[in-house]
């Protein structure tokens, strides 16, 4: 299967800041990118789609001003999350998907103060 | 709402029990896959399961797809330890897109 790095694994930033949170494709060229949000003990909510080279297409209620997503190479996906509050903290994964299954990165664990 | 709902929600057993986690819908998937993840890391693909009646046997996991592509269930047979996680569902309803189902957490105790 493919395998998936996020970077930062972790951040702390303070209300009102930005952070910007990097999804690689290693092995894989990846055209599509997915990004979910999880809550403690809860499941996996995909945010949005990313295409390369076009717009992100986002799922309903997510606000796309607000979580900005860039995908300007086969291997590498950002999502910033913009004038962050507490209550974007959250764990923010990133998926490739090859054929019928997909690949999660480690997952990044934002938490805004 | 989501697309998928998963039963029960929590799970705590001894271990040697069996058990069986329930994925359902009433959209039809293209695909459907069971992942396992542990606190703070990415869920991991378990299998994937395509055709309508699917079953799949990885060791002491059991998937079965139901015949509509709607619902899938995953049984453990004599539980472990090591089993302990959340245990997820996803479905492919058109593409590569995929959703999540609610999530099962499962406890295995010693």
């Known amino acids: 299967g493919a395998v998936v790095s996020q970077h930062p694994s972790r951040v702390i930033c303070k209300s009102g800041t930005s952070v910007k949170i990097e999804c690689r494709s290693l092995d894989f060229q990846a055209t599509t990118m997915f990004w979910y949000r999880q809550f403690p003990k809860k499941s996996l909510m995909l945010m949005a789609t990313s295409n390369e080279g076009s717009k992100a297409t986002y799922e309903q209620g997510v606000e796309k001003d607000k979580f900005l997503i860039n995908h300007a190479s086969l291997t590498l996906s950002t999502l910033t999350v913009t004038s962050a509050h507490p209550e974007d903290s959250s764990f923010y994964i990133c998926?490739?998907?090859?054929?019928?299954?997909?690949?999660f990165g480690p997952g990044t664990r934002l938490t805004v103060t | 709402t989501q697309l998928l709902e998963q039963s029960p929600q929590f799970l705590s057993i001894q271990e040697g029990e069996n058990l069986t986690v329930y994925c359902n819908s009433s959209s039809v998937f293209s695909s459907l896959q069971w992942y396992r993840q542990e606190p703070g890391e990415g869920p991991v693909l378990l299998v994937t399961v395509v055709t309508g009646g699917e079953v799949k046997k990885l060791k002491r996991l059991t998937f079965q797809f139901g015949d509509a592509r709607k619902d899938s269930s995953l049984h453990i047979t004599a539980a472990q330890p090591g089993d302990t996680g959340l245990y997820l569902c996803?479905?492919?309803?058109?593409?590569?897109?995929?959703?999540f189902g609610t999530g099962t957490s499962l406890t295995v105790i010693p």
């Open positions: 998926s490739v998907s090859s054929g019928h299954e997909q690949y």
């Open positions: 996803a479905g492919a309803l058109t593409g590569n897109q995929f959703y």
